[in-house]
C-alpha cells in the first residue's frame, strides 16, 4: 500500500463546476496535511495546508480532512480553466519520528481539467 | 525577491559522467531537499538537510550524494549517472521544523543516455 494515495485522473469538469479530489494516507498518526498544484513543466506551489479534522476554506478552494478515515479531500469551487493543473497530497509523518518535520510524502497526484 | 535557484535547467548526459546540479536559496531557510519526480510516481525525496553540515538520506538516496557547506547552497552530485536517474528534479527549502510553506525550485529535467 502507498503511504500517500490519489486518483491519478484525468478529473474532467466543466467550467463553473465544483472540482473534487482525494486523497488517503496509510500513517494514521500523521498530523499536516497539504495540497500542491503543479502546472505542467513548473514546480509544485502550496494552495493549503490543514491539520484539524473539519474543513478549511481559503477562497475558492476547501480542504477537508477526516483522520478518522484517513482522508484529506480538496474541493476546487467554480472552476476555471486556469485550475487545470495536477493536484498533489502531501503528508508531515507524526511528530517524534526522526526528522518529522521535514519530510513531506506526496502522493502521484491528481490531473484536474476544466473544460469551458 | 524569495526564490530558490536550480542549475542547470536543462541537462542532457552519458552513462558515468559525474554532475552536479546546484540549489541555492535567499531565504535563510534551515531545511533543504531534494526531490525528484517520475510520471506515475510522484515526487519521492532523495536527500535533506536541517542545516549546515546535517544531511541525512531521503527515500531514495542510492546513486546521490549531496553536501550543506553553506546555508544557501545544497548541491546533488551523481557520481556516476546512469540512465534510470533520468528525470526532473527539484530542490526545495524552508524555514524551521513543522513550517508548512515549502519553496521549490524550477526543476532540472536530467537525461541519462
Known amino acids: 500500500q502507498k503511504e500517500v494515495e490519489q486518483n491519478s485522473g484525468p478529473l474532467s469538469v466543466p467550467e463553473g463546476a465544483i472540482a473534487s479530489l482525494n486523497c488517503t494516507y496509510s500513517d494514521r498518526g500523521s498530523q499536516s496535511f497539504f495540497w500542491y498544484r503543479q502546472y505542467s513543466g513548473k514546480s509544485p506551489e502550496l494552495i493549503m495546508f490543514i491539520y484539524s479534522n473539519g474543513d478549511k476554506e481559503d477562497g475558492r478552494f476547501t480542504a477537508q480532512l477526516n483522520k478518522a478515515s484517513q482522508y484529506v479531500s480538496l474541493l476546487i469551487r467554480d472552476s476555471q480553466p486556469s485550475d487545470s493543473a495536477t493536484y498533489l497530497c502531501?503528508?508531515?509523518?507524526?511528530?517524534?519520528?526522526?526528522?518529522?518535520?521535514?519530510?513531506?510524502?506526496f502522493g502521484g497526484g491528481t490531473r484536474v481539467l476544466v473544460k469551458p | 525577491e524569495a526564490q530558490v535557484t536550480q542549475n542547470p535547467r536543462y541537462l542532457i548526459t552519458v552513462t558515468g559522467k559525474k554532475l552536479t546540479v546546484t540549489c541555492s536559496q535567499n531565504m535563510n531557510h534551515e531545511y533543504m531537499s531534494w526531490y525528484r519526480q517520475d510520471p506515475g510516481l510522484g515526487l519521492r525525496q532523495i536527500y535533506y538537510?536541517?542545516?549546515?553540515?546535517?544531511?541525512d538520506k531521503g527515500d531514495v538516496p542510492e546513486g546521490y550524494k549531496v553536501s550543506r557547506k553553506e546555508k544557501r547552497n545544497f548541491p546533488l552530485i551523481l557520481e556516476s549517472p546512469s540512465p534510470n536517474q533520468t528525470s526532473l528534479y527539484f530542490c526545495?527549502?524552508?524555514?524551521?521544523?513543522?513550517?508548512?510553506?515549502?519553496?521549490f525550485g524550477p526543476g532540472t529535467r536530467l537525461t541519462v543516455t
Open positions: 502531501a503528508v508531515n509523518p507524526p511528530p517524534g519520528r526522526k526528522a518529522a518535520g521535514n519530510k513531506l510524502t
Open positions: 538537510s536541517m542545516n549546515v553540515e546535517v544531511t
Open positions: 526545495a527549502s524552508r524555514t524551521g521544523d513543522y513550517s508548512y510553506e515549502q519553496y
